[in-house]
């Protein structure tokens, strides 16, 4: 795993880069992490990447590697000033692409995000940012700075539970209804019985948040199923 320092409104920020071993890399994805910071889960989904052939790499919202934190009360406060405030996150976010695309020369190159790094990842397709496909896991759909006719560039993945209490319905409906007023190319995975944060077995201990495995495991061969139909293209 190899560290990468680069840097956004004089914020010095650190991406985690893995390639697959022994292997040609078939494309390159970016990797958002979630509010508490980039902790295990993320360092795990860059390994199982790097397996399945992709450089990974991981950027950096919050400065110096995004620790990740533990109590709710830090977690959210760190969090919400980038969620209330979506040209500095997409400033950051863009930050991160460009570390990205400078340490991974591919043709190919996609990004996942999980909880709010789903939010990061959308983010990114729906100010035009260039990449194949888009795959977010119980990332936020609210868009106060809705995508415009034509300017999504990446399809799009959302992968979400019906119990997720940050995900409602209206939620869903109306991120649907922005993905086609923009003419994106998009698809919504709906999994009954599933809280926030269902990719992580760390997921934090609150109300509404919980690891799934069923949900884990298909919203995985999805992304999978969804990176290769791009990639053929």
């Given at each position: 795993?190899e560290?990468?320092?680069y840097?956004?409104?004089?914020?010095?920020?650190?991406g985690l880069?893995?390639?697959?071993?022994?292997a040609?890399?078939?494309?390159?994805?970016?990797?958002?992490?979630?509010?508490?910071?980039?902790?295990?889960?993320?360092?795990?989904?860059?390994?199982?990447?790097?397996?399945?052939?992709?450089?990974?790499?991981?950027?950096?919202?919050?400065g110096?590697g995004?620790?990740?934190?533990?109590?709710?009360e830090k977690?959210?406060g760190?969090?919400?000033p980038?969620?209330?405030?979506?040209?500095?996150?997409r400033?950051?976010?863009?930050?991160?692409l460009?570390?990205?695309?400078n340490?991974?020369?591919?043709d190919?190159?996609?990004?996942?995000?999980?909880?709010f790094?789903?939010?990061?990842?959308?983010?990114?397709?729906?100010?035009?940012?260039?990449?194949?496909?888009?795959?977010?896991?119980?990332g936020?759909?609210?868009?106060p700075?809705?995508?415009?006719?034509?300017?999504?560039?990446?399809?799009?993945?959302?992968?979400?539970?019906?119990?997720?209490?940050?995900i409602?319905?209206?939620d869903?409906?109306?991120f649907?209804?922005?993905?086609?007023?923009?003419?994106?190319?998009?698809?919504?995975?709906?999994?009954?019985g599933?809280?926030h944060?269902?990719?992580?077995?760390?997921?934090?201990?609150?109300?509404?948040?919980?690891?799934?495995?069923?949900?884990?495991?298909?919203?995985w061969?999805?992304?999978?199923?969804?990176?290769?139909?791009?990639?053929a293209?």
């Amino acid at each position: 795993m190899e560290t990468i320092a680069y840097s956004e409104n004089g914020v010095s920020l650190t991406g985690l880069l893995v390639r697959p071993e022994n292997a040609a890399v078939r494309a390159g994805v970016l990797v958002c992490h979630e509010g508490p910071g980039r902790g295990g889960h993320i360092q795990r989904r860059l390994e199982m990447l790097a397996e399945l052939g992709y450089a990974a790499f991981a950027l950096d919202v919050f400065g110096d590697g995004s620790q990740p934190e533990t109590e709710r009360e830090k977690i959210f406060g760190r969090l919400m000033p980038w969620l209330e405030n979506r040209e500095a996150l997409r400033a950051r976010a863009a930050a991160g692409l460009d570390a990205f695309q400078n340490a991974v020369k591919t043709d190919i190159a996609f990004a996942i995000g999980y909880c709010f790094g789903g939010t990061v990842a959308l983010e990114l397709a729906r100010m035009g940012a260039a990449l194949d496909g888009v795959a977010s896991f119980h990332g936020g759909l609210k868009a106060p700075v809705p995508a415009r006719p034509g300017q999504v560039n990446a399809a799009v993945l959302s992968c979400v539970g019906t119990e997720d209490p940050a995900i409602p319905l209206e939620d869903r409906t109306a991120f649907e209804a922005e993905m086609i007023a923009a003419g994106a190319k998009f698809q919504t995975l709906l999994f009954s019985g599933t809280m926030h944060s269902f990719t992580n077995k760390d997921a934090p201990a609150m109300p509404g948040f919980g690891y799934n495995a069923w949900a884990d495991q298909q919203s995985w061969a999805a992304m999978q199923s969804f990176f290769q139909a791009l990639e053929a293209r």
